[in-house]
Protein backbone atom coordinates (compact mmCIF):
# COMPACT_ATOMS: atom_id res chain seq x y z
CA UNK A 1 0.00 0.00 0.00
CA UNK A 2 0.76 3.48 -0.20
CA UNK A 3 3.46 5.10 2.65
CA UNK A 4 4.22 8.31 2.55
CA UNK A 5 7.17 9.12 6.13
CA UNK A 6 8.04 12.16 6.62
CA UNK A 7 10.73 13.51 8.45
CA UNK A 8 13.18 16.58 9.95
CA UNK A 9 11.48 19.06 10.96
CA UNK A 10 12.55 20.75 14.46
CA UNK A 11 12.69 24.29 15.93
CA UNK A 12 14.25 26.53 13.79
CA UNK A 13 15.14 30.01 14.41
CA UNK A 14 13.12 33.59 12.26
CA UNK A 15 15.20 33.72 9.57
CA UNK A 16 16.33 29.68 9.58
CA UNK A 17 16.22 27.22 7.33
CA UNK A 18 15.29 23.87 7.58
CA UNK A 19 14.50 21.09 4.68
CA UNK A 20 11.31 18.43 4.96
CA UNK A 21 11.75 14.84 3.13
CA UNK A 22 9.01 12.71 2.32
CA UNK A 23 10.00 9.37 1.79
CA UNK A 24 7.56 7.67 -0.72
CA UNK A 25 6.86 3.88 -1.26
CA UNK A 26 3.83 2.05 -2.81
CA UNK A 27 2.74 4.35 -5.50
CA UNK A 28 1.73 2.14 -8.71
CA UNK A 29 0.29 4.73 -10.78
CA UNK A 30 2.59 6.22 -12.95
CA UNK A 31 1.16 9.71 -12.28
CA UNK A 32 0.86 10.83 -9.09
CA UNK A 33 1.24 14.36 -7.30
CA UNK A 34 3.06 14.93 -4.15
CA UNK A 35 1.80 17.85 -2.03
CA UNK A 36 2.78 19.67 1.40
CA UNK A 37 0.34 20.48 3.51
CA UNK A 38 0.73 22.75 6.80
CA UNK A 39 -1.71 22.88 10.00
CA UNK A 40 -0.99 25.39 12.79
CA UNK A 41 -2.52 25.13 16.15
CA UNK A 42 -6.53 26.15 16.18
CA UNK A 43 -6.35 27.02 12.15
CA UNK A 44 -7.47 24.83 9.11
CA UNK A 45 -4.87 22.68 6.92
CA UNK A 46 -3.62 24.80 4.18
CA UNK A 47 -2.00 23.32 0.81
CA UNK A 48 1.89 24.69 0.82
CA UNK A 49 3.08 23.42 -2.38
CA UNK A 50 3.06 20.18 -4.79
CA UNK A 51 5.10 18.56 -7.55
CA UNK A 52 4.46 15.89 -9.96
CA UNK A 53 5.63 12.87 -10.38
CA UNK A 54 5.85 12.70 -14.54
CA UNK A 55 7.61 16.12 -15.26
CA UNK A 56 8.34 17.47 -11.97
CA UNK A 57 6.34 20.60 -12.50
CA UNK A 58 5.60 22.67 -8.69
CA UNK A 59 3.26 25.13 -7.53
CA UNK A 60 3.80 27.53 -4.59
CA UNK A 61 0.92 28.92 -2.56
CA UNK A 62 1.69 33.16 -2.36
CA UNK A 63 2.18 32.55 1.40
CA UNK A 64 5.34 30.65 0.75
CA UNK A 65 6.29 31.45 -2.89
CA UNK A 66 9.70 32.86 -2.93
CA UNK A 67 10.91 31.00 0.24
CA UNK A 68 10.28 27.46 -0.10
CA UNK A 69 10.86 24.60 -2.80
CA UNK A 70 9.91 21.50 -3.57
CA UNK A 71 11.90 18.89 -4.97
CA UNK A 72 12.79 15.31 -5.55
CA UNK A 73 14.69 12.63 -5.87
CA UNK A 74 13.65 9.94 -7.83
CA UNK A 75 16.19 7.45 -7.24
CA UNK A 76 15.61 7.54 -3.84
CA UNK A 77 11.38 8.18 -4.30
CA UNK A 78 11.41 11.43 -1.85
CA UNK A 79 10.24 14.68 -2.28
CA UNK A 80 11.59 17.73 -0.32
CA UNK A 81 10.34 20.88 1.43
CA UNK A 82 13.49 23.72 1.58
CA UNK A 83 12.54 25.91 3.91
CA UNK A 84 14.21 29.34 3.74
CA UNK A 85 13.73 33.10 5.53
CA UNK A 86 11.26 31.04 8.18
CA UNK A 87 8.76 33.44 10.28
CA UNK A 88 7.03 32.59 13.47
CA UNK A 89 4.09 32.20 11.15
CA UNK A 90 5.27 29.35 9.64
CA UNK A 91 5.00 27.12 12.67
CA UNK A 92 2.70 23.98 12.14
CA UNK A 93 2.30 20.30 11.82
CA UNK A 94 3.57 20.06 7.85
CA UNK A 95 2.67 16.87 5.99
CA UNK A 96 2.78 15.34 2.69
CA UNK A 97 0.06 13.70 0.58
CA UNK A 98 -0.59 12.27 -2.57
CA UNK A 99 -2.77 11.87 -5.27
CA UNK A 100 -2.86 9.84 -8.57
CA UNK A 101 -4.09 11.77 -11.54
CA UNK A 102 -5.43 11.42 -15.25
CA UNK A 103 -2.55 12.66 -18.15
CA UNK A 104 -3.03 16.07 -18.76
CA UNK A 105 -3.44 17.18 -15.12
CA UNK A 106 -1.32 20.29 -14.57
CA UNK A 107 -0.03 20.89 -11.21
CA UNK A 108 -1.96 23.95 -10.34
CA UNK A 109 -5.18 21.97 -10.82
CA UNK A 110 -3.87 19.01 -8.20
CA UNK A 111 -2.56 22.13 -5.72
CA UNK A 112 -6.15 24.17 -6.05
CA UNK A 113 -8.75 22.38 -7.53
CA UNK A 114 -7.73 19.06 -6.10
CA UNK A 115 -6.28 19.75 -2.71
CA UNK A 116 -9.60 18.36 -0.28
CA UNK A 117 -9.06 14.88 -2.31
CA UNK A 118 -5.61 13.66 -1.18
CA UNK A 119 -6.24 10.10 -0.27
CA UNK A 120 -2.15 9.34 1.12
CA UNK A 121 -1.28 11.00 4.12
CA UNK A 122 1.90 10.79 6.44
CA UNK A 123 1.95 11.10 10.14
CA UNK A 124 3.29 14.93 10.23
CA UNK A 125 6.28 16.41 11.20
CA UNK A 126 6.35 19.37 13.70
CA UNK A 127 8.06 22.40 12.59
CA UNK A 128 8.33 25.32 15.30
CA UNK A 129 10.09 29.29 14.07
CA UNK A 130 11.04 30.63 17.49
CA UNK A 131 13.67 32.73 18.56
Known amino acids: QVQLVESGGGLVQPGGSLRLSCAVS????????IAWFRQAPGKEREAVSC????????YYYDSVKGRFTISRDNAKNTVYLQMSSLKPEDTAVYYC????????????????????????WGQGTQVTVSS
Open 97 to 120: AGLGFLFGTTVQSMCVTHRDEYEY
Open 26 to 33: GFTLDYYA
Open 51 to 58: IMSNDGST
